[in-house]
């Protein structure tokens, strides 16, 4: 994992971290959560 991306997904945390209720992410962001799954844990 890159330093961007380990900086981009502590922000992310925080973030939902902070919310009351179900949010909703933007698909760029969807995307790059599933591309961090697929590459900790395979397609599984």
Same mark, same amino acid.
Do not use: C, I
């Given at each position: 994992? =890159? +330093? /961007?991306?380990?900086?981009? +997904?502590?922000?992310?945390? /925080? &973030? +939902? /971290?902070? /919310? ?12 790059w959560?599933?591309?961090? &799954?697929r =590459? ?5």
């Open positions: 994992m =890159s +330093l /961007q991306d380990r900086v981009r +997904l502590e922000r992310l945390r /925080q &973030w +939902l /971290q902070g /919310q009351p209720v179900a949010v909703r992410l933007p698909a760029d962001q969807v995307q959560l599933d591309g961090m &799954w =590459s900790a844990f395979g397609d599984g």
